[in-house]
């Protein structure tokens, strides 16, 4: 009973303390640029199938994750047009919040299942039963390793951030991928040997095709091989024809590996701005926040407590910082301590090299972003933190027949967990609710980081959205006082300041400094020339039209605002061009969304303009075909019909 019963429960319980997130909404911090505005999550057609296994987004190669999106949006697609209006209006772009949520949740509930049987085969290699004993003690600690693991509030950040499915998907098959890998080394089939390791490197790759996680999984395996399989090291040797072979057996992981490894860092340094160069963030500061990270996500683990969606990277940074030395202390002596104890408890050493391991691409050495530590980074490496509380608790079920105080403590110990686990799951469930939607999210982050640069930004951007400028305005400065070298602040300032005309030259001088900041930027050249426009500087807008596009020539906004300011200018000829361009890339991204009909009323008027009726009319019964109803479309063709008579 227990053996289903329990896995069964694992899986009620990680899915249910994520409830609150069925009900939340997409929210402006990637979302928009990973999936609502992707226009190759439309369907599975040769060319977006092309696009997931060869191109990069946003830093990341991983086909298969967009593969499940692209899975999200058919089912949310096949929904909608059967849907009432109000719940229509849940949909963006065909993609309906709840599935994707659903996905999140379920994919995570079945991590959870998965390393529930990783944490029983491992803690009965640990601590085996007595011959003939009942092994359910080992059940109930992989139960309890598994409660901790899936019901903590660390993981709402991967589980309830949809951007985040990449994690949840590349661990579905990186934990099995190291279940096989210890049965293949426990197996004494010959012939079961060879199915685990052809299955754990297979599911390696899956893994990997869903996020480059799995880097670190070779020397996780080589810890495992000195204990607890004792395949190399102690009594098996490090030279022995049985160690060579375990050495041997992790070609194809570390092959796999380094191959995944170049690829995502050369993803990477594709999205702009990502990369931290040494000259931006020493070596000092990398050390110091490798430390930090370590120590954070050991200290976050046991106290969960003001979660954020970014700590943010120090704009001035002194590495002998009084957390960073508190950090390094702290992670020096347990370090020290495991080493002293390595004889009397290997598996404590070995818990804290695959922690740290599995930690080590995310701890600053090769700096990636804006973010000092992540809640996101300890989804995989905190497995080791259930592990040892499993441990834990078999540890004492195992002696309570032995040791009389043992008896005494276990039931105490027992009621610890059960609390424990409850008050995990009671934060799970109130951090989940942070995630309902922009707001709820960004003012929370400022609630508890104040001087959080980008949670300004991301609120100043909803503050003005609704109609709030001077609120907008005020956050903008508040982060610009933390980190006034921030491009994207100084833009969206300028954007701001811009729906006053009477302020349109200074908004004009905000953006300048916005470009000067990050020249590469398309987005800023798009304000300035949006700006400039505006003002009547054509030309100049045009150039800047003109740099958004050679920056990134796929985003149809750019080439609508060129078409636009040609139009102005009588240059019909090359605004049809543009009209042309931007109504290709807006209908890759959705045939009939406004924007198509937009291009589509442009190119008609510009075929107007020049005496073209018959490709004029013809550019507006393509709007009727969209909407029937169109009264400008219809008013057109009735006004071109009567002029040709």
């Keep these: 009973m227990l053996r289903i019963g329990l896995p069964v429960f694992v899986a009620l319980c990680a899915f249910l303390v994520f409830l609150p997130a069925l009900d939340a909404k997409f929210v402006n911090w990637d979302d928009d640029k990973v999936i609502l505005k992707n226009a190759n999550l439309r369907g599975f057609s040769e ?59 379920l994919l995570h509930a079945a991590v959870a299942v998965l390393f529930y049987f990783l944490a029983r085969l491992l803690l009965r290699l640990v601590l085996p039963p007595k011959e003939g004993a009942s092994d359910w003690p080992a059940c109930v600690a992989a139960f309890v390793a598994a409660i901790v693991f899936a019901c903590h509030p660390l993981r709402v950040e991967t589980v309830a951030w949809a951007t985040e499915r990449r994690d949840v998907l590349s661990s ?87 191959v995944f490894a170049v690829w995502a860092g050369k993803a990477q340094e594709t999205q702009l701005a990502t990369m931290k160069s040494l000259e931006e963030w020493g070596a000092a500061d990398r050390i110091a926040q490798a430390f930090y990270g370590l120590f954070f996500y050991s200290y976050k683990t046991i106290l969960p407590l003001h979660l954020t969606p970014l700590v943010p990277l120090p704009v001035h940074n002194d590495p002998f910082a009084l957390r960073y030395v508190v950090a390094a202390l702290v992670v020096l002596a347990v370090a020290v301590l495991l080493l002293l104890l390595r004889r009397r408890w290997p598996a404590g050493l070995v818990l804290g090299i695959c922690y740290a391991g ?74 989940t609710k942070i995630w309902q939607d922009s707001w709820a999210l960004w003012r929370h982050a400022v609630k508890v980081d104040p001087q959080c640069a980008t949670a300004r930004l991301n609120l100043g951007l909803l503050e003005r959205q609704a109609g709030n400028v001077d609120e907008a305005i005020k956050n903008y400065k508040a982060g ?99 009209y042309e361009r931007a109504l290709a890339l ?54 071109l019909q009567a002029s040709s008579r």
Excluded at 85 to 105: A, C, S, W
Excluded at 377 to 405: D, F, K, P, Q
Excluded at 486 to 511: G, K, Q
């Design 47 to 105: 060319a977006n199938i092309r696009w997931m296994f060869t191109q990069t987004k946003m830093g990341h190669y991983h086909p298969l994750t967009w593969v499940s999106y692209d899975l999200d949006h058919a089912i949310g697609q096949s929904r909608f047009d059967s849907l009432p209006e109000p719940v229509q209006q849940r949909y963006d772009m065909g993609f309906d919040p709840k599935i994707v949520h659903l996905t999140n949740m």
């Design 172 to 258: 579905v098959f990186l934990i099995p991928a190291l279940l096989c890998y210890v049965r293949y080394a426990i197996s004494p089939s010959a012939g079961r040997k060879v199915a685990f390791y052809v299955a754990s490197i297979g599911l390696l790759l899956l893994s990997l095709l869903s996020k480059a996680w799995g880097i670190t999984l070779p020397a996780v395996m080589l810890v495992l091989d000195v204990y607890p399989l004792r395949r190399i090291g102690g009594r098996a040797g490090w030279t022995t024809p049985r160690a060579v072979l375990a050495y041997i057996d992790k070609v194809p992981y570390l092959a796999l590996a380094a």
């Design 358 to 431: 599995i930690l080590s691409p995310v701890l600053g050495v090769a700096q990636s972003g804006p973010q000092l530590v992540a809640d996101r980074y300890s989804y995989l490496a905190c497995l080791t933190w259930g592990l040892l509380a499993g441990a834990g608790l078999l540890w004492l079920m195992r002696r309570r027949a032995e040791v009389r105080w043992v008896r005494y403590a276990l039931p105490v110990v027992a009621v610890a967990a059960v609390a424990v686990c409850a008050t995990f799951a009671a934060l799970t469930w109130q951090q």
């Design 480 to 578: 610009l006082a933390v980190d006034p070298s921030d491009a994207l602040l100084w833009n969206n300032l300028a954007v701001a300041v811009r729906e006053n005309p009477a302020r349109l030259d200074e908004a004009i001088a905000i953006s300048r400094k916005a470009v000067g900041l990050m020249p590469e930027h398309p987005d800023l050249h798009f304000m300035l020339a949006s700006s400039l426009e505006q003002r009547g500087d054509h030309e100049e807008a045009l150039s800047e039209f003109a740099r958004c596009i050679q920056l990134k020539p796929s985003v149809p906004k750019y080439h609508r605002g060129r078409g636009r300011v040609l139009m102005k200018l009588h240059r019909w000829d090359e605004a049809e061009t543009a």
């Design 586 to 639: 807006d209908r890759r991204l959705d045939p009939r969304s406004a924007y198509v009909i937009f291009n589509l009323d442009q190119l008609a008027r510009i075929k107007e303009a020049q005496g073209d009726v018959a490709r004029a009319i013809e550019y507006f019964k393509q709007i009727l075909e969209i909407d029937k109803d169109n009264g400008p479309a219809i008013r057109g063709i009735a006004r």
